[in-house]
């Protein structure tokens, strides 16, 4: 056995040496476990733990996301004390994005301005095909009616396809929008008071706003009604339905994709993957005249909530009171955290190459793939072992060991998704939005160009950064970013 087994297992015997100590220590105070099972385990932890007032769970992960965030954000405060948000790299760009998020002084004197072309776009809106129009050009901001992405093709993943999805709504499944659920009237109530206070700040009138929240919810009720269910979308077979683009296209009454795409850079490919047919038919029923001022409250209404964590604090604040209630945290987190998490979710492969040359060497992660190999040994030779597996299923399940890609730390490069991206400060006109607009159209403009193309299995989907592991099963890999 080599010394990183062994040194897996002397830390997994002493983790466990751990728990019994814990549970002893239980004993004396909580329920024996054939009373209360999860008491006897858990109860001493239980009692000695509270969940901080700015966030909805605690545990082993959520400790290790809370200290690994106070440690991004004091290497983000240091380096941009070096004065290396002035180098235009990536890790300069996120730097001076971040440094822009986190001047609310600015940001509350510039209020809603960033959005006002968007805003107009929707008011300006005089039928259904400028609606649609007006849906496009706020395509990178906000999404409304149709979401598009570009993932590995599920029935070959040697490929991606490009994918349309559902419409978006607020709250977090269609459950919510049924009058009979106790708690979605609840959470309905409030989303509609939180979309009157965002339309009062975009200059409507008190009574104007109220009706204007009313419609926009109505119109998140029908879009929700034709929505699969979580228990549908967990159905993953269900959610792949290839079409021939041009039957796709054909099949949308009132949505011009081909100009969808020309807008955002990409060419239409011979074949989609469509998730969910029924809303897109459901979604003809919807775009209609008669419902054109309830549409654009609609749009108007995910314009402001989708945007509210780049424009001024009251904005942010009215999205925080609506997340709140829906999560049961009862107070907002420092914003210097918010201005964080956007500059982060953004540029999130450049805070990875941050947090790995402080937190994470070549030789660490050397050794943990030595670690992860020792085990894929031992779990070769068990397999090797069991009698009641055949000959074919035993070789079978030693060469998906062999060929297992081990994703461990961080990548050996990222590609570079925001190379068209230049940062545009405030003394230059920039703003937030102007600049999160920039980004996500460099982005588009590498993920579209992925259409057809080969999947390149070295690839991350998640920065190394973020405190998670797991196994795809699409790529035959491990994922154990450096956070863990």
Same mark, same amino acid.
């Given at each position: 056995?080599?010394?990183?087994?062994?040194?897996?297992?002397?830390?997994?015997? $002493?983790?466990c040496?751990?728990?019994?100590?814990?549970?002893?220590?239980?004993?004396?105070?909580?329920?024996?476990?054939?009373?209360?099972?999860?008491?006897?385990?858990?109860?001493?932890?239980?009692?000695?733990?509270?969940?901080p007032?700015?966030?909805?769970?605690?545990?082993?992960?959520?400790?290790?996301?809370?200290e690994?965030?106070?440690?991004?954000?004091?290497?983000?405060?240091?380096?941009?004390?070096?004065?290396?948000?002035?180098?235009?790299?990536?890790?300069?760009?996120?730097?001076?994005?971040y440094?822009?998020?986190?001047?609310?002084?600015?940001?509350?004197?510039?209020?809603l301005?960033?959005?006002?072309?968007?805003?107009?776009?929707?008011?300006?809106a005089?039928?259904i095909?400028?609606?649609?129009?007006?849906?496009?050009?706020?395509?990178p901001?906000t999404?409304?009616?149709?979401?598009?992405?570009?993932?590995?093709?599920?029935?070959?993943?040697?490929k991606?396809a490009?994918?349309?999805?559902?419409?978006?709504?607020?709250?977090?499944?269609?459950?919510?929008?049924?009058?009979?659920?106790?708690?979605?009237?609840?959470?309905?109530?409030?989303?509609?008071?939180g979309y009157?206070?965002?339309f009062a700040?975009?200059g409507?009138?008190?009574?104007?706003?109220?009706?204007s929240?009313?419609?926009?919810?109505?119109?998140?009720?029908?879009?929700?009604a034709?929505?699969?269910?979580?228990?549908?979308?967990?159905?993953?077979?269900?959610m792949y339905?290839?079409?021939p683009?041009?039957?796709?296209?054909?099949?949308l009454?009132?949505?011009?994709?081909?100009?969808?795409?020309e807008?955002?850079?990409?060419?239409?490919?011979?074949?989609?993957?469509?998730?969910?047919p029924?809303y897109?038919e459901?979604?003809?029923?919807?775009?209609?005249?008669?419902?054109l001022?309830a549409?654009?409250?609609y749009?108007l209404?995910?314009?402001l909530?989708?945007?509210s964590?780049?424009?001024?604090?009251?904005?942010l604040?009215?999205?925080?009171?609506?997340?709140?209630?829906?999560?049961?945290?009862t107070?907002?987190?420092?914003l210097?955290?918010?201005?964080?998490?956007?500059?982060?979710?953004?540029?999130s492969?450049?805070?990875?190459?941050?947090?790995?040359?402080?937190?994470?060497?070549?030789?660490?992660?050397?050794?943990?793939?030595?670690?992860?190999?020792?085990?894929?040994?031992?779990?070769?030779?068990r397999?090797?072992?069991?009698?009641?597996?055949?000959?074919?299923?035993?070789?079978?399940?030693?060469?998906k060991?062999?060929?297992?890609?081990?994703?461990?730390?961080?990548?050996?490069s990222?590609?570079?998704?925001?190379?068209?991206?230049?940062?545009?400060?405030y003394?230059?006109?920039?703003? $937030?939005?102007?600049?999160?607009?920039?980004?996500?159209n460099?982005?588009?403009?590498f993920?579209?160009?992925?259409?057809?193309?080969p999947?390149?299995k070295?690839?991350?989907?998640?920065?190394?950064?973020?405190?998670?592991?797991?196994?795809?099963?699409?790529?035959n890999?491990?994922?154990?970013?450096?956070?863990?």
């Amino acid at each position: 056995m080599s010394k990183h087994l062994n040194q897996w297992l002397r830390t997994l015997c $002493l983790l466990c040496a751990c728990t019994v100590l814990m549970g002893s220590m239980a004993l004396a105070e909580h329920p024996p476990a054939k009373e209360d099972f999860y008491l006897h385990i858990n109860g001493e932890w239980q009692d000695s733990h509270e969940i901080p007032a700015d966030q909805m769970m605690i545990g082993g992960f959520g400790d290790l996301d809370i200290e690994g965030t106070k440690k991004q954000i004091a290497l983000f405060n240091e380096a941009l004390t070096q004065g290396r948000d002035a180098q235009q790299d990536g890790i300069g760009k996120m730097l001076a994005f971040y440094r822009m998020a986190n001047d609310y002084g600015k940001r509350d004197e510039l209020g809603l301005t960033p959005i006002a072309p968007y805003m107009t776009m929707i008011a300006d809106a005089k039928d259904i095909p400028a609606l649609c129009d007006a849906a496009w050009g706020i395509f990178p901001i906000t999404n409304t009616f149709v979401t598009a992405y570009v993932m590995p093709d599920m029935k070959d993943s040697t490929k991606n396809a490009l994918y349309f999805d559902t419409g978006n709504v607020t709250l977090p499944d269609k459950q919510y929008y049924d009058d009979s659920n106790p708690t979605g009237q609840m959470l309905m109530g409030l989303l509609t008071q939180g979309y009157a206070q965002m339309f009062a700040l975009a200059g409507q009138t008190a009574e104007e706003a109220a009706g204007s929240a009313a419609q926009a919810l109505e119109i998140e009720k029908r879009i929700a009604a034709s929505l699969p269910s979580a228990e549908e979308r967990s159905v993953i077979t269900s959610m792949y339905n290839p079409r021939p683009f041009a039957e796709f296209d054909a099949s949308l009454e009132k949505i011009d994709l081909v100009t969808l795409l020309e807008k955002i850079g990409a060419k239409a490919p011979e074949q989609v993957v469509v998730s969910w047919p029924a809303y897109y038919e459901a979604l003809n029923a919807l775009l209609t005249e008669e419902n054109l001022p309830a549409l654009k409250s609609y749009m108007l209404a995910q314009l402001l909530m989708q945007t509210s964590g780049s424009l001024n604090t009251q904005m942010l604040e009215i999205s925080n009171q609506f997340q709140q209630a829906m999560t049961g945290v009862t107070t907002s987190k420092p914003l210097e955290e918010y201005a964080f998490y956007l500059a982060s979710t953004y540029f999130s492969p450049e805070a990875g190459d941050l947090y790995v040359s402080k937190y994470f060497s070549a030789a660490a992660r050397e050794d943990v793939i030595g670690m992860v190999r020792d085990l894929i040994d031992e779990y070769k030779r068990r397999i090797a072992a069991l009698d009641w597996m055949s000959e074919d299923t035993r070789t079978q399940a030693a060469k998906k060991l062999d060929t297992m890609m081990l994703k461990i730390g961080y990548p050996d490069s990222y590609p570079d998704r925001t190379a068209a991206y230049q940062f545009t400060g405030y003394e230059h006109g920039g703003n $937030l939005i102007t600049n999160q607009v920039a980004i996500v159209n460099s982005m588009l403009s590498f993920m579209l160009g992925r259409i057809d193309q080969p999947v390149d299995k070295t690839e991350w989907d998640i920065p190394p950064q973020v405190v998670n592991a797991f196994y795809n099963p699409l790529h035959n890999e491990i994922v154990f970013p450096a956070a863990i």
